[in-house]
């Protein structure tokens, strides 16, 4: 089985869950059900790992201190790209190497989501003209701001028009489960909600991958 490989960049000053959320549903889940699976490979969909500007230590906020597994130069091909948020997206907004690789990374990806301010940035690259999307509730505005043309959803914690964006924190783990379910199945996504405890109560979802 082929897994597909789920990039994360991250950055200093991104919001820990946004990132970690994402991560702990993507590399859970099985395609065999059980907890025994969990320890071997064989039926992970995915290969997920981290992806920074530079092998240099990433501090997010809190504190945390954060190795990348890949800097940008290094990584493999990602085909399933997270763009997380956090304080640190409001530097980036002007940072040009950043906006292209972005940029960069969505052209071969078959798919790309973001997290809270996460939008933010796949805004300013250009990627969300015309597209519906959210963010955090805090920067609703400062989305629309950036593209007029980008369509609001301001009351929904997922929202997938070819790019799937998600509300604040928290509500990543809900997108990555919405991809989960959509590429693996519901049955799959529940499974592995059930192996993390997460009571997963299938929130609002507006479009289709």
Sequence with gaps: MKKQAVGILIFDDVEVLDFAGPFEVFSRTR????????????????????VARTS????????????????????????????????????????????QWIRSVAE???????????????????LLTHKRATTHWAALDLLA????????????????????????VSAGIDMAFDVVERLCGREVADETARYIEYPRARPESIGAL
């Design 108 to 126: 071969r990806a078959s798919l790309v989501t973001s997290v809270c301010t996460g939008a933010l940035l796949l805004a300013q690259s250009g």
């Design 145 to 168: 701001s950036l593209d007029p043309s980008i369509h609001v959803e301001r009351h929904a914690r997922v929202v997938s028009d070819g790019i799937v964006s998600s509300a604040g």
């Design 31 to 50: 395609l065999v059900a059980g907890a025994d699976s969990r320890r071997r490979d064989e039926s992970a969909p995915f290969e997920v790992f981290t």
């Design 56 to 99: 240099d230590t990433v501090t997010a906020i809190g504190g945390l201190k954060v190795t990348p597994t890949y800097a940008w130069n290094d990584a493999p091909r990602i085909d399933i790209l997270v763009v997380p948020g956090g304080f640190g997206t409001r530097a980036l907004l002007n940072d040009y190497a950043t906006l």
